[in-house]
């Protein structure tokens, strides 16, 4: 079975690598937050890993937090940009490893902490991606997510489909698709990870109007990189009426604009009998109704 | 899930000198297509899978594991 491709690889790079060259102080900021975050989940484990990857990430944020953990002895930053290409931008770590986040070239059984920050959102093969990251994982590895998920950009997407649809009278793609929170953790499961927790957080950014969204969208290397993107440029009266649209139904009073950015985090082991299992179905020594101190009633009887 | 080892010093890896890949990273790595062991030619600065026939380059101590930039191998 293939996987049907979303995304356009080589323009995401493009993109990533001149938001980098042209850094825009602050456009940085969820990075920023998802690096905190993932640093506090990882201070909750207590913990010391000899071998960690931060994997992707563009800026570096993630594998500058892991050093700066002292939880980690190495830690390798494995991204798809080149060290030249990062040298001297709004990057803050260089790659020591350049490969397809979605490729990996890692052993079996060789890392014992993998953690990605807001960069899975973007491949076509979550699941298979998943799957090479437990594998690479020592037994009782762990595995740190944050991605975009489903709620990101709700409004941007919603002012579009209603100005295109005015305009031309249909569609073209122009926010990717995002997971669900429900979706990860089936995932990560399926995937073979023992113990996974996920959890969603949704920010509210505020800007002066659309267009400063997608000023700052374009700053993080995040405009539209799917490969069924309208390859015409946008014509300039439906970023307008997008933009007339978006203001009419998403603004507060102040007249500022509201966007959603909703952040999934997930992390999940790879199995070793070392962890905590349910016990065996049928195993119980006590029953139940004798440790709530109650009487069992036969099914259907009621009370 | 506590770990005995408190006095983890946290280092970067890259304490690499110009040119030179660090030893630790290249125990972990395999071919990302084929998942196969990879010789490391020192002249030649490449790591090199047999099962791809690929032959992927080391810049400045950075392996590159793109398979698009790798040399084919042809004999």
Known sequence: ???????????????????????KPGA???MHRVAEDLGERLGSVL?????????????GHIATMLRASGQTRAVIRADCLWPETVAGTGAISLPDLVCHEDVLPFAAQ??????SGLTLQTVDDLPGVLIQIRRALKPDGLYLAALAGGDT???????????????????SPRVIPFLDVRDLGGLLQRAGF??????????TVRYRSMLDLVADLRAMGASNPLLER????????????????YAERFSDPDGRIRATFQILSASAWAPSDTQQKPARRGSATVRLADALGTKELPTGERP | MADETPDVQSVALPERQKGRVDPKLLELLVCPVTKSLLE??????????????????????VPIMLPEEARALDD
């Open chain 1, 28 to 30: 940085d900021f969820l």
């Open chain 1, 110 to 115: 060789s890392l014992d902490l993998v953690v």
């Open chain 1, 194 to 203: 023992a113990l996974p927790v996920t959890d969603s957080e949704r920010l």
């Open chain 1, 153 to 171: 950009l709700k409004e941007l997407r919603e002012s579009f489909a209603i100005a295109e649809t005015e305009l031309t009278g249909g569609l």
């Open chain 1, 1 to 23: 079975m293939s996987t049907p491709l979303l995304f356009d690889r080589a323009m995401l790079e493009v993109k990533r690598k001149r938001a980098l060259r042209r850094f």
């Open chain 1, 230 to 245: 309208s390859r015409k440029p946008i014509r300039r009266d439906l970023l307008v009426r997008t933009a007339e649209v």
């Open chain 2, 40 to 61: 490391y030619d020192v002249a030649r600065q490449e790591l090199v899978s047999k099962a791809a026939r690929l032959a992927y380059p080391i810049r400045d101590g």
């Open chain 1, 47 to 59: 913990r010391q890993f000899d071998m960690a990857v931060a994997l992707g990430g563009v800026t």
